[in-house]
């Protein structure tokens, strides 16, 4: 019996001791501060991300790169498409006190300027660039750009290479209006169109066509107004010629798919190249004799009023008034050329106007 209790009191003496009460307490506070350790790194951790947020967010106080033009005013189609309005301004004319002016074109980053017995090259500022001699036989005067150079119809036809400002070619062609259609030149006289090949300034084919009126291209077609006020169609391949049944003056402007035609003294009629059917309300030009030219969305009016000549700029789309140039003295309004900074009107004197011109293509 005694061994058994000496045993017993042995197992009790070597068993493991409880953990005193302040061991509980330290571990537990250790268990505590290391769940707050955790909870504040991930606290921290969002407060961060947090402030590299608002950092990415928060604007610079440089201006940005990209400057924010407003759209322009849109206004619903025929189509329910949208249309965004070009922007049309005109700037202060200045008087060039050059000699009379008769005919001019914007092309190869120039303004191209005939005169009596020069075309003139000026850079966009009016900065005369080259003078080319070129002798004036008469009237009417055409300039064309095409084929990489500068073609002047004169009772004869003169063509002037842009990279040397020189006349590399004069031929005897009693050329009266030209136009470039599919690689080829067109050229007017009083009896008939020829068709030019640039590439050997050789006449490829020609037909007789009694023509005093003015003629343009489309992708389709060659279309002329003759002595009788008839606009007609003309097909390039075959040369068959269509009457299109519409009174016309002369032909004031042409773009790929369409026709400016003058109705009248004043009016302008747009016609489809492909239906050859008029489209649209016609523009009132408010002045006399007429010129045109059409840039992107905008078609840009020259007339001759009792106060001058003066440049209107109508939206194609919607037939709006975009901006209207005061009448500038003139005593021989012979037309304008537009370029992208500024137009050039002709009017005894050159007037040269800024323009500034936002459109949608």
Do not use: K
Request: proline share 7%; aromatic share 6%.
């Amino acid at each position: 019996m005694s061994d058994v209790r000496e045993r017993l009191e042995s197992l009790v003496e070597h068993a493991a001791s409880p953990p005193p009460m302040a061991g509980l307490v330290n571990r537990a506070l250790r268990r505590r501060r290391a769940r707050r350790a955790r909870a504040g790194i991930a606290l921290g951790a969002i407060v961060v991300a947090v402030a590299v947020l608002s950092v990415g967010l928060r604007p610079s106080a440089r201006p940005p790169a990209v400057r924010v033009v407003p759209t322009a005013p849109s206004t619903p189609t025929s189509s329910g498409a949208r249309h965004v309005e070009p922007t049309v301004r005109f700037g202060t004319p200045v008087r060039d006190d050059s000699s009379v002016a008769f005919a001019a074109l914007f092309a190869d980053g120039s303004m191209w300027i005939r005169r009596d017995s020069t075309v003139e090259r000026r850079d966009e500022g009016g900065h005369l660039e080259a003078e080319i001699a070129v002798p004036r036989e008469g009237a009417p005067d055409s300039l064309l750009f095409a084929a990489g150079s500068l073609w002047v119809a004169n009772q004869t036809l003169v063509r002037i290479d842009p990279r040397t400002n020189r006349v590399i070619a004069t031929l005897p062609i009693d050329a009266e209006g030209l136009v470039e259609h599919d690689g080829v030149i067109w050229v007017r006289t009083s009896t008939q169109f020829v068709e030019l090949d640039p590439r050997t300034n050789r006449v490829v084919r020609h037909f007789a066509r009694v023509s005093q009126g003015s003629f343009g291209a489309t992708r389709q077609a060659l279309w002329t107004v003759d002595g009788c006020f008839c606009l007609s169609r003309i097909d390039e391949r075959t040369l068959q010629e269509t009457d299109v049944h519409i009174a016309a003056g002369s032909i004031l402007a042409t773009t790929p798919d369409a026709v400016w035609v003058l109705i009248g003294s004043s009016r302008l009629v747009e016609i489809d190249a492909r239906t050859a059917r008029p489209v649209g309300e016609p523009i009132d030009a408010q002045g006399i004799n007429p010129f045109a030219t059409v840039v992107g969305d905008v078609l840009f009016v020259g007339t001759q009023t009792n106060g001058g000549a003066t440049i209107a700029a109508y939206d194609i789309a919607t037939r709006r008034l975009l901006a209207r140039l005061a009448p500038q003295p003139t005593s021989e309004w012979r037309g304008f050329a537009v370029a992208p900074r500024g137009i050039s009107i002709l009017s005894g004197v050159l007037y040269r106007v800024p323009l500034d011109v936002v459109t949608d293509r």
